[in-house]
T-cell receptor, first 115, second 112 residues
Framework: DADVTQTPRNRITKTGKRIMLECSQT?????MYWYRQDPGLGLRLIYY???????NKGEISDGYSVSRQAQAKFSLSLESAIPNQTALYFC??????????????FGEGSRLTVL | QKEVEQNSGPLSVPEGAIASLNCTYS??????FFWYRQYSGKSPELIMS????GDKEDGRFTAQLNKASQYVSLLIRDSQPSDSATYLC????????????FGSGTRLLVRP
């Protein structure tokens, strides 16, 4: 089993629908991140959390919200999906050492299509 | 100006050649630099990190950093078809909150 698991892996939805992407990890890391990847734009940080009580906005948080339900779980919500939120979404984790070494451990990605 | 810039490619090299991937960054106080490899349809994985000026070698990979020129590069010697992937440059901002800023990636194709 993957250390960082994302569900669903693929989702097609319609404009205006609420969508939740879930991430769980077994690495025991405190820090968790949500990125989106678009062709030609690379990975952009949406939200990050350094522990259960710490949530921070990234570069592109508008239209998204997150919830850190436990150390191991970090979910991303789109309250009212729009077509330009069509992208590949990655959850990632790191520990304190990882902060200094730059090592993020990524999930397998969730491909979201908003029609 | 993007914080981290890379040529999108594709960079095409023959098998056995040296592939040179380049990255520039705009924030002079950036301190840590990383190269991630991403195969098509897969998630990124860290392959190299570099923190000080100069070269750092790991097997067939060499990362080079020049902070004065705000430039970091990745050299892949004896390129193999299995090296064909997108290579993402990432920079750690030197501020109180840790977050990696990624470039858009360079696609590398190694021709057999």
């Amino acid at each position: 089993d993957a250390d960082v698991t994302q569900t669903p892996r693929n989702r097609i939805t319609k404009t205006g629908k609420r969508i939740m992407l879930e991430c769980s990890q077994t690495k025991g890391h405190d820090r968790m991140y949500w990125y989106r990847q678009d062709p030609g734009l690379g990975l952009r940080l949406i939200y990050y959390s350094f522990d259960v009580k710490d949530i921070n906005k990234g570069e592109i948080s508008d239209g998204y919200s997150v919830s850190r339900q436990a150390q191991a779980k970090f979910s991303l919500s789109l309250e009212s999906a729009i077509p330009n939120q069509t992208a590949l979404y990655f959850c990632a984790t790191s520990d304190l050492v990882g902060v200094n070494t730059g090592e993020l451990f990524f999930g397998e990605g969730s491909r979201l299509t908003v029609l | 100006q993007k914080e981290v810039e890379q040529n999108s490619g594709p960079l095409s090299v023959p098998e056995g050649a040296i592939a040179s991937l380049n990255c520039t960054y705009s924030d002079r106080v950036s301190q840590s630099f990383f190269w991630y490899r991403q195969y098509s349809g897969k998630s990124p994985e860290l392959i190299m990190s570099i923190y000080s000026n100069g070269d750092k070698e790991d097997g067939r990979f060499t990362a080079q950093l020049n902070k004065a020129s705000q430039y970091v590069s990745l050299l892949i010697r004896d390129s193999q078809p299995s090296d064909s992937a997108t290579y993402l440059c990432a920079v750690n901002r030197e501020d109180s909150s840790y977050k990696l800023i990624f470039g858009s990636g360079t696609r590398l194709l190694v021709r057999p």
